[in-house]
Structures are given as structure tokens and as C-alpha cells.
């Protein structure tokens, strides 16, 4: 693109792809990167060529890994009686992360749109169905996101569950932890009033 | 550091190196370019790759870019009579995309602060004094941070000007363009109020 302009201008221009970087934070990136140790870059450089090219998917639960199986299927000590369904595998890292969940993972890499093509077989639907099938999982657990596609895409898969005699949950939605309710959108204080538990 | 835990790990903890970037962003950074196209990852090692080794300092103005001459220095339409001193590569174009400057630029690479063993030296001034000497040089203009390391490194600089009968300026200092006078710091304001000119 701008490569008649120079490097460190071509370098600018590449770091834009990154999320959330625009012109400003690109610019003070590239100057950044080439006024500290120049090892550093290059081992970002190194780094994004490995990945790039040596990560695929887990065979087991498709969420990114450069073995066959990804290190949480690959775990002995994981409980493969539970398992967990996420849209991507950033939810994968968050929720193992963020809980003390030890069972499996499956990711569905999107959610079902029917409006833009995506129906079960993107999601490779049938390679979940076969795990189900298989007789070992006892609980599964609807991680998908909370939008309209989400919530759709876990009542499909729960009836999947159904239909093999899994028992299915859903992570709770309501208030946030630390969140005052007045800060709270409508539709969320309506679902967690609705879904009030004793106590 | 992650490199047992794989290739995904490693990429997030390199993209930590990056100013701004916490675990959080590095991780939907690394997500990002390994769901996306992974030709726009290889696109940014390769840029990374070739300004971490080619680019280097101009001869002449000390900026970054990988010929002898920058761009500015090289461009026979800038007008060699103004010099503009900076203390970083990023000022140069922060100064060039902002203002309508046609001169050229002197990049200082720091400024002088006695106490971390910066001096005059390791600013390279004696490359600014001999440009200053060449009799060219019609207008210095500072533009040089405003705290104190870069206000007194601005008389410094203005004091070897003087020494060779070249008039010095300094960008001005006051209230921001769309400031309110009540988010204003007092000392900004102070230095506004008298500073104030004829209008």
C-alpha cells in the first residue's frame, strides 16, 4: 500500500490489521518497536510466522493448537464427562482462565445465521453430535454468547443433547458482579429478575 | 517465557511487547490474525522482519528510514533555511501530517537530562552545530517537549543558535484548540495568560 513510502511507513500500515489499532497507536507502535532492542521485533516477527504457520485446528475440540490435539484435550486430568460449548477459542482461554471448569471444550468457530449461510455444517455440528453419541459426556454446558445468534445456537445444540439424552445447561445471565443496578440495561435486569432463585 | 504452553501462548506473550497492549488485547490480537487470513499475519512478520534489519538512521536529519537520506532530507521541493529540532522520529511525522511545514527537521533522539548521563554528546548537538554553522540555516525552530528536560534542553540548543547568528523559535504554548478554560491546568494556563498577544 505504501510501500513507495518506505519501511517504517509499510510497518505502520501492516500493524493496522492488529484489532483495535488505528493510524495513532500503529505509528507509535512501529517507532516503539524500532527505537527499543530490534530482537524484539524480530521475535514478534518469529512468533507470528510460527503461529501462522503451524497452527490448525484441535481434531478433538477444533479450537487453535499446532499438535493434533489441543492441550486441554491432551490433559488426563480434564473430566471428559463435561463439556463445554463455545462460539471461538478466545472463550476457551477466558473461560479456563476465569473459572475452575475442568472438563472439555468444544468450539463452534461462529454461531448459527441462517441469513448468512451459516448453518450446522459450518459449525461442524456433526463431529459435536458424534461426541453426544458417544455416551461418555453427562452434562453440556451452552457457553455461546448472549445475542440473538447465541441464544439460538443453544437452543439448537440442547436439542441435539435432547435427542441423545445429554443433560444440557446455560451459563447464568443477570446482573454482573460489582454492577449497580441502575447501570444495568433493561433487558438484563428483566432476565435476571425472571430469573430469581431463593436464597 | 510460554514457549512449553505453545505456539498461541507465545504469540500472545510476544504481542505484549507492543506499548498499550495487556494480556487482555494481546490475546484478541493473537485470536484475531489466526482466525482471519493467516497471509495478513505473514504480512506483518515480513514488515517487522524487514524494518528491524534495514531500517536505520538518516545521515543527515537522524530520523528513521532505511536509505542514507530520508524522504524529507532527500525531497529537493523542502526548504533548507528552516530547520525544526524534535526529540523523537514520531514527531517528524506527527509534525509533518499536522502542519503545513516545508522546512527540514534535526531529530535529537532524546533530550538532555544530566542525571540519566545525557549530555550534549549523546544528542549528537555537534552534527546540529555544524548544520547551523553551514550558514543555511535561516530559522531554528524548537519543538522540543514542553517539560523540563525539553524546555531546557530548547535554551541549550537556542544558545549554540545564538552563537552563529541563527534566529530561534519556539513552537507557542498555551490553552488547546477546542479547551475549555476549566479543564486547562493551572501552570498551562499561567503560561497562556502571559504569553497573550495583540489581536
Known amino acids: ?29 512501529a517507532f516503539h518497536l524500532l527505537q527499543q532492542d530490534r530482537q524484539i521485533a524480530k521475535q514478534l516477527a518469529q512468533s507470528l510466522n510460527n503461529a501462522a504457520e503451524q497452527v490448525g485446528f484441535c481434531e478433538r475440540c477444533r479450537t487453535l493448537t499446532e499438535h493434533p490435539l489441543c492441550s486441554v484435550c491432551n490433559n488426563p486430568a480434564r473430566d471428559p464427562s463435561q463439556l463445554c460449548i463455545v462460539e471461538s477459542p478466545a472463550d476457551v482461554m477466558t473461560i479456563d482462565q476465569a473459572t475452575g471448569f475442568k472438563g472439555l ?15 450446522p455444517q459450518e459449525l461442524q455440528l456433526d463431529l459435536l453430535d458424534q461426541r453426544l453419541q458417544s455416551g461418555e459426556i453427562n452434562e453440556m454446558i451452552l457457553a455461546t454468547n448472549t445475542t440473538v445468534e447465541g441464544e439460538a445456537t443453544a437452543y439448537y445444540i440442547r436439542e441435539m443433547a435432547e435427542n441423545r439424552q445429554v443433560r444440557s445447561t446455560r451459563i447464568a445471565h443477570g446482573v454482573p458482579l460489582g454492577g449497580e443496578l441502575d447501570y444495568v440495561d433493561s433487558s438484563t435486569l428483566s432476565h435476571a429478575f425472571s430469573g430469581r432463585q431463593d436464597m
Open 105 to 119: 471444550y468444544f468450539v463452534l468457530h461462529g454461531r448459527l445465521s441462517p441469513l448468512d449461510g451459516i448453518g
Open 1 to 29: 500500500m505504501l510501500k513507495d513510502k518506505g519501511l517504517v511507513a509499510e510497518l505502520i500500515s501492516s500493524l493496522r490489521c492488529l484489532p483495535g489499532v488505528g493510524p495513532k497507536s500503529a505509528q507509535r507502535m
